[in-house]
């Protein structure tokens, strides 16, 4: 009996994807178990596994179709796993193309060889049969992206046939005057533009991120931070941590350290507004937003106030190492109190961060730069890094905001109360 592919129970608040990549074809086996298709969702992929082995008989929904949780994507005809010979309908398609399925998979080889490509550019490289070296790289790292891959389809389809040789006129024909064309009235050009269709995660950011200015009073306040002491640590430090925990010392777990410090201390910058009333949280789930090949996403730590300063590191590397391989789940996503971004790793030296609703606080962190600053009626050269919170002015009073940030500077210019206050 034939097995409905449908959409799963995604997640929480999630009833839509849209249809990314089928990784297998009309007529391949499927293994129990085995990703059939991808769906992209406002805020990760997901994966879809086949219930029972047998062959992808029918694809129901294209590539880039929109779906709702239930719908059918494909239909699955049973066969025993144990089976030795394959059913008629993939002996049917290999025996009406065999030269066409061998090209395909000779160039998914060589895709998956040649060049870098994020998981999902190699995945659609491998089920397009397209050769990685022949894809122009826009990624970070010089990564091939899933957009460079259906730019090159776009491109290879838009190719002109290459017209046959005309032949040489005669002596006759070149005797003849030459014909005047009228002159064409000139028209805009085309050739210079480039449509790309905004993927789900694009358009719910951009969706958000409209919602955030027009349904919240923001507002930014900024300061700036001398770095020299935390540069000290990490570097007198950072050997022993590393041998010690197996991680580097960076940064960020100061931040996340400092943050927490200033959260506990002004509370309502920790809260969220639901109706009339304020909701004070008193756990502290720290989103950490990463740029990632299709927008920003904002995996979250858990209680990172019961996270060591090693833990803390390892999981701000997972989530990095998540992210570039496209597998970060829902949960990892779901949730936050406050959210903290570093546009410095891009060489940001001042930004405005917008919020992460119903968050009320965001933390913008920049690049660090030695600038001369006036210290004890002298002017020395200091490593400086400013920073910005940007907060819902409908219950973060700017007082609050002020001291906030100057919490956050006091405790990272003076990195040993991070540890005497906890």
């Known amino acids: 009996m034939p097995i409905n592919i449908v959409v799963p129970e995604i997640g929480e608040s999630i009833v839509e994807a849209t249809v990314a990549l089928w990784l297998k074809h009309e007529g391949d086996r499927v293994a129990a178990g085995e990703a059939v298709v991808e769906l992209e969702t406002e805020k990760a992929n997901v994966q879809v596994p086949a219930e029972r082995a047998g062959v992808l008989a029918h694809i129901e929904r294209k590539e880039g179709e929109d779906v709702k949780v239930g ?23 290999a025996e009406a193309k065999p030269m066409e399925k061998t090209a395909e998979k000779l160039a998914s080889a060589l895709a998956l060889e040649t060049g870098k490509a994020t998981p999902v550019a190699r995945r659609m490289a491998e089920v397009q049969g397209v ?85 919240t009073a923001m507002l930014t306040t900024f300061n700036e931070i001398d770095m020299s002491k935390v540069i000290e640590i990490r570097t007198r430090r950072k050997e022993s941590f590393k041998e010690q925990h197996g991680i580097g010392l960076g940064f960020m777990s100061f931040f996340v ?58 999981a701000i590397k997972t989530f990095v190492q998540k992210t570039q391989d496209g597998t970060l789940s829902l949960e990892d996503l779901r949730g936050g109190t406050f959210t903290i971004t570093n546009g410095g790793v891009f060489g940001s030296l001042l930004s405005t961060p917008i919020l992460n609703p119903p968050q009320v606080g965001i933390l913008g962190l920049h690049k660090i730069e030695e600038r001369p600053i006036a210290l004890n009626g002298q002017i020395v050269i200091r490593p400086m890094m400013y920073v910005a919170l940007s907060y819902d002015h409908r219950i973060v009073d700017g007082r609050e905001a002020v001291q906030f940030l100057v919490r956050i500077k006091e405790l990272i210019e003076d990195p040993e109360t991070l540890l005497l206050e906890g």
């Not at 719908?71 to 398609?93: K, M, Y």
């Not at 730019?151 to 014909?179: W, Y």
């Open 257 to 314: 350290k400092a943050t927490i410090g200033a959260l506990k201390a002004f509370p309502r910058v920790n809260a969220e507004i639901q109706g009339d009333e304020m909701v004070l949280k008193h756990y502290y789930d720290i989103g950490m937003a990463i740029g990632a090949e299709e927008g920003l996403v904002v995996p979250v730590l858990r209680d990172a106030d019961r996270l060591s300063f090693a833990q803390i590191e390892q």
């Open 71 to 93: 719908d059918v994507l494909g239909v699955i005809e049973p066969i025993a796993e144990t089976a030795g010979e394959a059913p008629a309908p993939v002996a049917a398609q």
């Open 131 to 215: 050769n990685l070296a022949q894809v122009s790289a826009s990624g970070p790292g010089g990564r091939v992206t899933k957009q460079d891959i259906a730019g090159f389809l776009e491109t290879q389809k838009a190719k002109p046939e290459v017209p046959a040789a005309l032949p040489l006129p005669t002596i006759e024909q070149a005797k003849q005057p030459a014909i005047q064309t009228p002159s064409m009235p000139v028209v805009a050009r085309q050739d210079g533009e480039e449509r790309v269709h905004m993927s789900r995660r694009r358009q719910t950011i951009a969706r958000r991120l409209l919602e955030a200015s027009q349904t």
